[in-house]
């Protein structure tokens, strides 16, 4: 049963260019929403959250949006820089307890 | 500040040894979570404890694998008995007190069973 999916299992981006990453959730008592980026050999290093209560968190060059209707949330990065390229995964949790995490988009920027 | 420690970074067992796998949290954090990433899959919780004791275990195996958080030194997760198919990263996390939903990770065991 994934609860949370990502359906991309890849994506390539022009650097420079806007980098959308989705996921798709289905239970609906998640009430917050992280995104992680993993590069090989290493844990995943958050990237920027989102509770159920809003619909938009920026820091910097990332963007978080929260379709609760829809049960969706992506991840807007832009400008897009190679340092950006590695899987990033999408997690939720309810209560401040277990991460239930996604299967993960590979991002590759292209110079 | 010291970020999450995980040691060893790699550990290989033969079939039917014990693997022991070790994680200091964040200085401060009270709760330290555990993962598993098979081969291109997402990561999956296992277990989740606070000093002393086990929070929620509904995601480990109910056979050869344990854990504990001891008032004093680092979370253990113990495997007994290896079998290949605990070949794998084991990822440990940990999060400052209730109110606090972002969890940190650290590097990961890699676990490779022969």
């Known amino acids: 049963d994934q609860q949370v999916k990502q359906n991309s299992p890849s994506l390539s981006v022009q650097e420079g260019r806007i980098s959308i990453l989705n996921c798709d959730y289905t239970?609906?008592?998640?009430?917050?929403f992280l995104w992680y980026k993993k590069y090989p050999a290493e844990g995943p290093t958050f990237l920027i959250s989102i509770s159920s209560i809003k619909d938009k968190n920026e820091d910097g060059r990332f963007t978080v949006f929260l379709n609760k209707s829809a049960k969706h949330l992506s991840l807007h990065i832009v400008p897009s820089q190679p340092g950006d390229s590695a899987v990033y995964f999408c997690?939720?949790?309810?209560?401040?307890?277990?991460?239930?995490f996604g299967t993960g988009t590979r991002l590759t920027i292209i110079p | 500040n010291a970020g999450v420690m995980q040691n060893p970074r790699h550990l290989v067992r033969r079939r039917g040894q014990e693997a022991r796998l070790r994680c200091s949290p964040v200085?401060?954090?009270?709760?330290v979570y555990w993962y598993r990433q098979l081969p291109e899959e997402g990561l999956k919780f296992m277990v989740y404890l606070q000093k002393e004791n086990i929070i929620d275990e509904s995601g480990m195996p109910k056979e050869r694998f344990s854990a504990e958080f001891p008032k004093e030194g680092p979370s253990i997760l113990r495997i007994q008995q290896v079998v290949r198919g605990d070949s794998a990263a084991y990822f440990c996390?940990?999060?400052?007190?209730?109110?606090?939903?972002?969890?940190?990770f650290g590097p990961g065991t890699r676990l490779t069973v022969l």
């Open positions: 239970n609906s008592m998640f009430d917050y």
């Open positions: 996390a940990s999060s400052p007190p209730p109110g606090y939903n972002e969890q940190f």
């Open positions: 997690a939720a949790n309810f209560g401040n307890e277990k991460l239930t």
């Open positions: 200085k401060g954090h009270s709760h």
